[in-house]
Each structure stands twice: as structure tokens, then as C-alpha cells.
Nanobody, 118 residues
Framework: QVHLVESGGGLVQPGGSLRLSCAASGNIFSINAMGWYRQAPGKQRELVATITSGGSTNYADSVKGRFTISRDNAKNTVYLQMNSLKPEDTAVYYC????????????WGQGTQVTVSS
């Protein structure tokens, strides 16, 4: 069993920044990749950024150059630094853990709301 808890969401103006955190606990031995997916109202959930325990990363084209994913393996925590935020970044951001960089695993957090608005 794996438990994921996100934090750091909120309301920010366009061009602003937020930093999301996701802490994993439980039986995490099978987890290789952790990352973030987001879902806006009326849209499908999409990959934002993922990272392996070895540091390999994968980003959606829409966030490259603006978002940075990192992890602290000792804390079993991943972070998403989001800069130059745009209104289209508004979504619920979900932490995910599994085996792959490009495909979501079975373990999901509850989500944290990110709203980018003037």
C-alpha cells in the first residue's frame, strides 16, 4: 500500500510561481517514478512532469522551461516548481507513483488545486 499526500496549491496571478510537494509513504519498494498529472474541468487528466529515483525526467511540452520537477529520495518526496504560470495551468494537480515516466502508476494522491487568475 502506498499513500501520497500533495501540498502547495493555491491561487496565483499569471506570471507567478508555486511549489508543489508530494510525500510518499507505505510500501514504496516497487516505485520507480513519481510525478504530477493535472486535470482541468471538462478535460482529461494529463501528464505534467515525472521523475525516476535515478533522476530521469519527463515533461509535457506545455510546461518545459517553466516547471521543474525534483525529488528527495531520502524523504520520498517529489517537488514541482512552477514558474511563469499561465491561466491554462489552472487544474487540480495529482501526485502519482508507479514504474514509468510516461504512464501513470496505480497510486494517486487526493489532488491539490492550482488556480492561475488575475
Amino acid at each position: 500500500q502506498v499513500h501520497l499526500v500533495e501540498s502547495g496549491g493555491g491561487l496565483v496571478q499569471p506570471g507567478g510561481s508555486l511549489r508543489l510537494s508530494c510525500a510518499a509513504s507505505g510500501n514504496i519498494f516497487s516505485i520507480n517514478a513519481m510525478g504530477w498529472y493535472r486535470q482541468a474541468p471538462g478535460k482529461q487528466r494529463e501528464l505534467v512532469a515525472t521523475i525516476t529515483s535515478g533522476g530521469s525526467t519527463n515533461y509535457a511540452d506545455s510546461v518545459k522551461g517553466r516547471f521543474t520537477i525534483s525529488r528527495d529520495n531520502a524523504k520520498n518526496t517529489v517537488y514541482l516548481q512552477m514558474n511563469s504560470l499561465k491561466p491554462e495551468d489552472t487544474a487540480v494537480y495529482y501526485c502519482n507513483a508507479g514504474l514509468y515516466l510516461t504512464r501513470p502508476g496505480l497510486h494517486w494522491g487526493q489532488g491539490t488545486q492550482v488556480t492561475v487568475s488575475s
